[in-house]
C-alpha cells in the first residue's frame, strides 16, 4: 500500500478548475492497462462544459485530493539521507470524485460518482472528510459510493475477474480498491454482470414464437413517449429514484455516443417491451487513451470502425402485465438473429442488482452465466 503525506484538498468552481480537475482525475488510473477510460469529449461536454440538465440539477461538486508520496530514504550510518536520484517530489493526485445531490431524494443521502482512488486509505479518508465538510451543513448524512454519473450507468467496486477487461458502461477498479472500501465504508448490495462467452454452446437464433410483433425503434423514445416503460423496468434499488426525463435523456446521450441496436415489442399496437444493445466498444476507448488528444482522436476514429467481437444489451424490459409470455425471449432472438452478420462473439448483460429475481432468471435461461461482481457501499457523514 502507498504512503502520502503533505495532503491538500481542492474544489473545482470555475471553468478552468474543472479542467484541472478531470485531468487529475484521468491521470489516478491512466497507467491501469485494464482501465477503459470514457470518450473524453463526451465527459468534457457532461463535466467540465455542464451540458447535462440532469447533471446540473444535482448541483455538482468536484473534489481532489493531493499528496506527496514518501519514497524510501538510503542512509548514511544511523542517519536517513534522501536519494536524490529519485527526482525532486512532486504532489499527485491521489483521490477525485464528484459529490451528486439528487433533489428527488429525500433521505438525506448523496451520490460519490466517478471515484478514483490510489492505493492509500488515508487518501480516501482525505475524501471522504472533504466530502463531509462540503456537504454536511445542507444536511447530508449518507453516501451512497461509487457510482457512475447516473446510478443506472455503473454502480459498486469491481471484486473479482480483474484479470479481465470489463466491458463498456460497467465499472472498473483495481484489485486493491475493494480492501480500501471495506475497511471505510459498509456495504449496501451487489449487482452482477452476465455473459455468454466465445465457444459456449448456445441454441442457433431461430425467430420465437409469442403474441409480440419486433419492430426496430427509435432509442430516443425511451425518454420520451416511451419513458414510462422504460422507468418501470429499469431495475430499482438502494433507493435510487427512477429514471426521469432528465436523467434517461442523459443515459441515451451518454450511449449513444455510437450507434445502438435497439427493439420494441408491442402487442395489438401498445409497446409493451424493448431490448438496446450496443457493440462493446470499450476496445477502440482503451487504445485510444479515450480519445484525449489529436493523434487520440484520429485513432478513435480510425478503430471504431472495426467491428467488436461482443455486444452489450444495457436496457431490457417488458410490461409487467405481459410478462411470462416470451415476449422477452422474442427480444432476445431478435438481438441474436443480427450476430452472424456482425461477428459477435460473445454477449454480455448487466450489472444488474442481485435482488432483481425476475431479470437475474432470465438472462440465466438465456444461457449466461454471472460474471464480473460489484459491491455498492454506503458511507455515514454523522
Same mark, same amino acid.
Given at each position: 500500500?502507498?504512503?502520502?503525506?503533505?495532503?491538500?484538498? %481542492?474544489?473545482?468552481?470555475?471553468?478552468?478548475?474543472?479542467?484541472?480537475?478531470?485531468?487529475?482525475?484521468?491521470?489516478?488510473?491512466?497507467? %491501469?492497462?485494464?482501465?477503459?477510460?470514457?470518450?473524453?469529449?463526451?465527459?468534457?461536454?457532461?463535466?467540465?462544459?455542464?451540458? #447535462?440538465?440532469?447533471?446540473?440539477?444535482?448541483?455538482?461538486?468536484?473534489?481532489?485530493?493531493?499528496? =506527496?508520496?514518501?519514497?524510501?530514504?538510503?542512509?548514511?550510518?544511523?542517519?536517513?539521507?534522501?536519494?536524490? $536520484?529519485?527526482?525532486? /517530489?512532486?504532489?499527485?493526485?491521489?483521490?477525485?470524485? /464528484?459529490?451528486?445531490?439528487?433533489?428527488?431524494?429525500?433521505?438525506?443521502?448523496?451520490?460519490?460518482?466517478?471515484?478514483?482512488?490510489? $492505493?492509500?486509505?488515508?487518501?480516501?479518508?482525505?475524501? /471522504?472528510?472533504?466530502?463531509?465538510?462540503?456537504?454536511?451543513?445542507?444536511?447530508?448524512?449518507?453516501?451512497?459510493?461509487?457510482?457512475?454519473?447516473?446510478?443506472?450507468?455503473?454502480?459498486?467496486?469491481?471484486?473479482?475477474?480483474?484479470?479481465?477487461?470489463?466491458?463498456?458502461?460497467?465499472?472498473?477498479?483495481?484489485?486493491?480498491?475493494?480492501?480500501?472500501?471495506?475497511?471505510?465504508?459498509?456495504? =449496501?448490495?451487489? #449487482?452482477?454482470?452476465?455473459?455468454?462467452?466465445?465457444?459456449?454452446?448456445?441454441?442457433?437464433?431461430?425467430?420465437?414464437?409469442?403474441?409480440?410483433?419486433?419492430?426496430?425503434? %427509435?432509442?430516443?423514445?425511451?425518454?420520451?413517449?416511451?419513458?414510462?416503460?422504460?422507468?418501470?423496468?429499469?431495475?430499482?434499488?438502494?433507493?435510487?429514484?427512477?429514471?426521469?426525463?432528465?436523467? !434517461?435523456?442523459?443515459?441515451?446521450?451518454?450511449?449513444?455516443?455510437?450507434?445502438? =441496436?435497439?427493439?420494441?415489442?408491442?402487442?395489438?399496437?401498445?409497446?409493451?417491451?424493448?431490448?438496446?444493445?450496443?457493440?462493446?466498444?470499450?476496445?477502440?476507448?482503451?487504445? #485510444?487513451?479515450?480519445?484525449?488528444?489529436?493523434?487520440?482522436?484520429?485513432?478513435?476514429?480510425?478503430?471504431?470502425?472495426?467491428?467488436?467481437?461482443?455486444?452489450?444489451?444495457?436496457?431490457?424490459?417488458? %410490461?409487467?402485465?405481459?410478462?411470462?409470455?416470451?415476449?422477452?425471449?422474442?427480444?432476445?432472438?431478435?438481438?441474436? =438473429?443480427?450476430?452472424?452478420?456482425?461477428?459477435?462473439?460473445?454477449?454480455?448483460?448487466?450489472?444488474?442488482?442481485?435482488?432483481?429475481? !425476475?431479470?437475474?432468471?432470465?438472462?440465466?435461461?438465456?444461457?449466461?452465466?454471472?460474471?464480473?461482481?460489484?459491491?455498492?457501499?454506503?458511507?455515514?457523514?454523522?
Amino acid at each position: 500500500m502507498a504512503q502520502y503525506f503533505n495532503f491538500r484538498v %481542492d474544489s473545482a468552481e470555475g471553468y478552468w478548475d474543472r479542467v484541472g480537475f478531470l485531468r487529475k482525475w484521468w491521470r489516478i488510473y491512466a497507467d %491501469d492497462p485494464r482501465w477503459t477510460p470514457p470518450a473524453w469529449n463526451r465527459l468534457r461536454q457532461a463535466v467540465v462544459l455542464r451540458q #447535462s440538465p440532469h447533471l446540473e440539477r444535482c448541483r455538482p461538486r468536484l473534489i481532489v485530493v493531493e499528496a =506527496l508520496p514518501r519514497r524510501r530514504q538510503t542512509h548514511v550510518g544511523d542517519q536517513p539521507f534522501p536519494n536524490i $536520484n529519485q527526482g525532486v /517530489l512532486m504532489e499527485e493526485p491521489v483521490a477525485a470524485a /464528484l459529490v451528486l445531490i439528487d433533489p428527488r431524494r429525500t433521505d438525506n443521502t448523496a451520490h460519490l460518482a466517478m471515484l478514483h482512488a490510489a $492505493n492509500s486509505i488515508e487518501s480516501l479518508e482525505r475524501l /471522504l472528510n472533504a466530502v463531509r465538510e462540503q456537504v454536511g451543513h445542507e444536511g447530508i448524512r449518507r453516501l451512497i459510493l461509487p457510482v457512475g454519473l447516473s446510478p443506472y450507468l455503473g454502480t459498486g467496486v469491481l471484486q473479482n475477474y480483474f484479470h479481465r477487461v470489463p466491458p463498456l458502461h460497467a465499472p472498473y477498479a483495481p484489485p486493491y480498491v475493494p480492501e480500501l472500501f471495506t475497511t471505510v465504508c459498509r456495504p =449496501l448490495g451487489r #449487482s452482477l454482470l452476465f455473459a455468454i462467452e466465445p465457444g459456449a454452446d448456445t441454441e442457433r437464433p431461430m425467430p420465437a414464437p409469442g403474441p409480440a410483433v419486433i419492430r426496430p425503434l %427509435d432509442p430516443n423514445r425511451l425518454a420520451s413517449d416511451l419513458l414510462p416503460l422504460f422507468t418501470q423496468t429499469v431495475p430499482a434499488w438502494a433507493g435510487f429514484p427512477p429514471a426521469d426525463g432528465p436523467e !434517461a435523456q442523459f443515459l441515451l446521450w451518454w450511449i449513444l455516443r455510437r450507434p445502438a =441496436l435497439t427493439w420494441m415489442a408491442e402487442v395489438d399496437g401498445r409497446p409493451v417491451g424493448y431490448l438496446l444493445a450496443q457493440p462493446d466498444g470499450s476496445g477502440p476507448l482503451r487504445r #485510444s487513451h479515450g480519445g484525449r488528444s489529436l493523434l487520440g482522436r484520429l485513432l478513435l476514429q480510425l478503430l471504431e470502425l472495426r467491428q467488436p467481437r461482443s455486444v452489450r444489451i444495457l436496457f431490457m424490459g417488458v %410490461d409487467p402485465e405481459y410478462r411470462r409470455r416470451g415476449i422477452g425471449r422474442q427480444l432476445w432472438q431478435q438481438m441474436l =438473429l443480427t450476430a452472424p452478420e456482425n461477428g459477435w462473439q460473445t454477449v454480455t448483460a448487466g450489472p444488474l442488482p442481485s435482488t432483481a429475481g !425476475a431479470g437475474l432468471n432470465f438472462l440465466t435461461a438465456q444461457g449466461l452465466s454471472s460474471r464480473e461482481t460489484y459491491m455498492l457501499h454506503s458511507y455515514d457523514l454523522d
